[in-house]
């Protein structure tokens, strides 16, 4: 279980505003037109006090924050459909059992801990703009609020929440503002790896740290009547939201055990200050100066190996054992990340204006309420209080529909920003956050 989401802010220094908002697109014709418009409104919100606007978004945020966000929902949507709480022998007597084993190669290989961690960047990139315009006693003020966000989403809708982590993780983000670049890249590659050495602890010392968190899960199962026979058809049967809700407060205490078992707060502090990095020298806004062609293909190359390897790993229950599966985690997922990101930058910078770079962004501008989105309409879908299809799809059938989910997000985001200047869920996070009204009508 599994999730994630956010990001956004403006500038500082004036002087490199027209210069690094040009650099933004690459074509001659957006120079003159799309860049001109960025570098004027954020020269003049340099120095105010609202939120960031539609004109001063950068659209190769928006347009990352999309693509993950159709990675979250590959990643997800199995959970949704209940796939993954199937065991080996009822995964094997669904129809497209066969299929569905290549399938769950490709997730590993191609979807697993990669759009999280694109999800995890973009929110420290986010985090250096807001730092920037407003400084940290908003940002902190806005991790609050996300943390309330947070456990409403995992207590009442969705076990598998991420916000709540990114709220914690943003809070301890906010300690290392004033350290220097060497430090923070320091403190970032060790609390990436600081997993590794935990489960080799695990492995060769017997140190059980999630031991328990995994009984208290499984006391507070017992207590509501859920057991292994029928984990995986409870929420295809339920009938009744008190029924749902029971499963979702066994659920809250196996999400911490996930927490803590996988070592998941220091992964997404590590690359929260990545992403701060990245933000402070605001490399998304100078991609023609940083050679991205020169690091795809090595990086590829390094990545690529290295995922086949986990996915291996992860498909035929860690063979070389947990520290070594958690080693192959920490080389595999972030390179392949950076592959995206370089990938997806790259072919933006050659076809700056191909509208489906817009229509990628759509959702990304709305990522909270797309993700929350995403939980509501995977209940609708498989659980018992909608149409109940859980355990009856094959994990290809899910991603098939993750991907139409997907592009359904996109149509209804591109209909809503017609109208409106924020997703529902952002606008009331700004209201929140600022602690003022803001107009979500559209100019336009």
């Not at 996300?146 to 009442?156: E, S, T």
């Amino acid at each position: 279980m599994r999730k994630i989401i956010f990001g956004r802010r403006d500038c500082q220094i004036k002087k490199e505003e027209t210069m690094y908002n040009r650099v933004i697109v690459s074509s001659a014709r957006l120079q003159s037109e799309t860049a001109q418009e960025y570098t004027t409104e954020n020269e003049k919100a340099t120095n105010g006090t609202g939120p960031t606007s539609e004109k001063q978004r950068y659209l190769i945020l928006d347009l990352l924050r999309g693509f993950a966000l159709m990675g979250i929902a590959l990643a997800n949507f199995p959970e949704f459909g209940l796939w993954t709480f199937l065991c080996s022998e009822e995964q094997a007597a669904i129809a497209t059992a066969d299929i569905d084993k290549i399938v769950r190669y490709l997730q590993y290989l191609l979807v697993d801990g990669k759009f999280y961690t694109i999800f995890s960047l973009l929110f420290g990139i986010g985090f250096s703009l807001i730092l920037a315009r407003h400084g940290r006693r908003l940002f902190l003020r806005r991790m609050l609020i996300l943390v309330g966000i947070g456990v409403l989403h995992l207590m009442f809708i969705w076990s598998g929440d991420i916000l709540l982590l990114y709220a914690i993780g943003g809070l301890l983000l906010t300690l290392f503002v004033g350290l220097t670049d060497k430090m923070l890249l320091a403190i970032a590659l060790s609390l990436i790896l600081i997993p590794i050495g935990l489960d080799a602890l695990t492995e060769f010392c017997g140190f059980d740290f999630a031991a328990p968190f995994y009984q208290r899960w499984w006391s507070v199962a017992e207590a509501q009547g859920i057991n292994e026979e029928n984990f995986a058809s409870w929420l295809r049967d339920v009938h009744s939201y008190k029924e749902m809700f029971a499963f979702l407060l066994q659920g809250a205490c196996e999400r911490v055990w996930e927490f803590v078992e996988g070592h998941r707060l220091p992964k997404v502090v590590g690359l929260f200050i990545l992403g701060y990095l990245i933000g402070k020298h605001r490399l998304y806004a100078r991609l023609q100066d940083l050679h991205l062609k020169r690091l795809f293909w090595p990086l590829l190359l390094t990545a690529l190996p290295l995922s086949l390897l986990y996915a291996w790993s992860a498909t035929n229950g860690h063979p070389w054992g947990r520290t070594v599966h958690s080693l192959l985690y920490a080389v595999s997922v972030i390179p392949m990340a950076a592959v995206y990101i370089i990938g997806v930058c790259l072919i933006y910078l050659r076809c700056p204006d191909a509208s489906m770079f817009r229509w990628l962004a759509a959702p990304g501008r709305m990522a909270l309420t797309n993700y929350i989105s995403q939980s509501l309409i995977g209940i609708v879908l498989f659980y018992g209080l909608g149409f109940g299809l859980g355990t009856s799809l094959g994990l290809i059938h899910i991603e098939l529909t993750a991907l139409a989910v997907f592009i359904l997000q996109i149509l209804l985001s591109l209909l809503w920003l017609r109208y409106f200047r924020f997703g529902p869920l952002e606008w009331l996070w700004r209201l929140l956050t600022y602690g003022r009204y803001f107009p979500i009508y559209s100019d336009g």
